[in-house]
């Protein structure tokens, strides 16, 4: 299921435009990075992004091959008030394109992709990175595009600074900036917020990563863009404590320490209440005994068993707080969001 996107005013759009539409603090983030001049937005789709780029920028050229989301793109934009958007449809690779653009400081891109892929791929992309690059080498020199963010940074064959966005907890963009916009080789950024982890040329020294079957007094869950950007020897660098790595499973990745460590770029904090082992109705005479009265279970179990394990740890529970328990192999850890 698409979640519901988060836009400052209720924009219009067609049957698929909110579902690729950009959330306002993701928009409004990138226009002020972005902030120019002159840019053209190529691929502008209803306008989710255009509107902020052209709160920021002179003049905004924006590009979409649909003639329906261009006119959509155009109404959202009347809706804020802007008339500094000089809207053109067509292919965005073509002459008659290319040739209506002026020279420009920045070009922008969000190019189409499938709709679901068992794999994302950059190489589906349309218009493609390398096609735009060329097209509008006359045009600048700075371009930054959006591309699937499940993509890692291994798999992103360009010279540029790769930008994992999270909004919320949730990884949600991954921008590529190229020329004169590339700061560092990857980036990760938690919004809404500022801190920013960044790994540049010559970051060759890293920080110990030190890693344990035994969670501490505290657990900790770094941002998935921390994650997503292969930056937790950059992350763990900026911690004010020392914390390691503990792995939950194969898709729950934690950090741990004694130490109660704030920063922003921590999803999740959580206290260590006890530690037993993994046996349902032992588990819920222990939540019973200490006042719980629902458990949240985040454990690699199979979805057809989830609820059958849960109704057994929750069975008769009766207290006000609420449990998240964590399953390592044969061992459950009982702790409480403290974040």
């Not at 509008?136 to 595009?145: I, L, N, V």
Request: glycine residues 4%.
């Amino acid at each position: 299921m698409t979640k519901k996107k988060i836009f400052e005013k209720q924009l219009f759009s067609d049957d698929d435009g909110f579902r690729f539409a950009t959330p306002w603090p993701v928009a409004e983030y990138r226009a002020k990075r972005l902030k120019c001049s002159i840019l053209a937005d190529i691929s502008c789709g209803i306008g989710g992004q255009t509107i902020y780029f052209a709160k920021e920028c002179e003049v905004v050229y924006a590009v979409e091959i649909n003639p329906v989301k261009l006119e959509i793109a155009r109404k959202n934009c009347q809706l804020f008030g802007l008339d500094n958007v000089k809207f053109i449809c067509g292919d965005a690779l073509s002459k008659n394109v290319i040739d209506q653009i002026p020279e420009v400081d920045i070009v922008f891109s969000d190019p189409a992709r499938p709709a679901t892929e068992e794999e994302r791929n950059i190489s589906k992309l349309i218009p493609d990175i390398a096609g735009v690059l060329r097209a509008y080498s006359q045009k600048t020199e700075d371009f930054a595009f959006e591309v699937p963010p499940q993509l890692p940074p291994h798999r992103i064959p360009f010279d540029c600074e790769m930008e994992y966005l999270s909004l919320n907890g949730e990884l949600n963009r991954l921008n590529l900036y190229f020329g004169n916009l590339k700061s560092c080789i990857v980036s990760a950024l938690a919004l809404p917020g500022q801190i920013k982890i960044c790994k540049k040329n010559g970051d060759d020294e890293k920080a110990t990563m030190n890693y344990t079957n035994k969670a501490g007094t505290y657990l900790y869950e770094p941002d998935p863009a921390i994650i997503k950007a292969e930056l937790l020897p950059e992350f763990l660098k900026n911690l004010t404590s020392k914390a390691d790595i503990f792995h939950i499973d194969h898709k729950r990745l934690m950090l741990t320490s004694n130490h109660n460590i704030k920063h922003s770029m921590i999803k999740n904090s959580y206290r260590v209440v006890h530690c037993m082992r993994f046996i349902p109705q032992e588990i819920n005479k222990e939540l019973k005994k200490r006042g719980y009265g629902t458990v949240l279970l985040r454990a690699e179990i199979a979805p057809s068993m989830y609820w059958n394990i849960r109704n057994k740890l929750e069975k008769n529970l009766k207290g006000e707080k609420k449990a998240i328990l964590f399953k390592k192999g044969e061992l459950a850890y009982i702790c409480e969001n403290i974040s």
